[in-house]
């Protein structure tokens, strides 16, 4: 599986930026994916989470009401809309994914992963600074 995040940039506060994970190498449909952020001195942190197109989305505290998760797989993409930019958004910004299988669905859905260690495949990251 390989990851390549775009969409990256400088913002001002209050600002937003979306970003853009394309997938390849794989099924989409059946990868779980995530947005992490990480700086440089901190714990890496998920941002936001979702396993299937139409499941419940996970979001850090922190991002709730300004993030937006999606994914498009017919397009093989994972996009993050951020709205409301803050100073702390600054960080890089690295896609992930993990296979999942039938035995992972619970009900009519995947139940999104918010740990890096449940993430197999990782994108090169993609720098947003708030200013």
């Known amino acids: 599986v390989q990851l390549v995040e775009s969409g990256g940039g400088s913002v001002q506060a209050g600002g937003s930026l979306t970003l853009s994970c394309q997938a390849s190498?794989?099924?989409?449909?059946?990868?779980?994916m995530g947005w992490f952020r990480q700086v440089p001195g901190k714990e890496r942190e998920a941002v936001a989470a979702?396993?299937?197109?139409?499941?419940?989305?996970y979001y850090a505290d922190s991002v709730k009401g300004r993030f937006t998760v999606s994914r498009d797989n017919a397009k093989n993409t994972l996009d993050l809309q951020m709205n409301s930019l803050q100073l702390g958004d600054t960080a890089m910004y690295r896609c992930?994914?993990?296979?999942?299988?039938?035995?992972?669905?619970?009900?009519?859905?995947?139940?999104?992963?918010?740990?890096?260690?449940?993430?197999?495949?990782w994108g090169q990251g993609t720098q947003v600074t708030v200013s």
């Open positions: 992930a994914a993990a296979k999942f299988y039938l035995s992972d669905w619970r009900g009519s859905d995947v139940p999104p992963r918010r740990h890096s260690t449940d993430y197999t495949y």
């Open positions: 190498g794989y099924t989409f449909s059946s990868l779980c």
């Open positions: 979702l396993c299937t197109r139409d499941g419940v989305p």
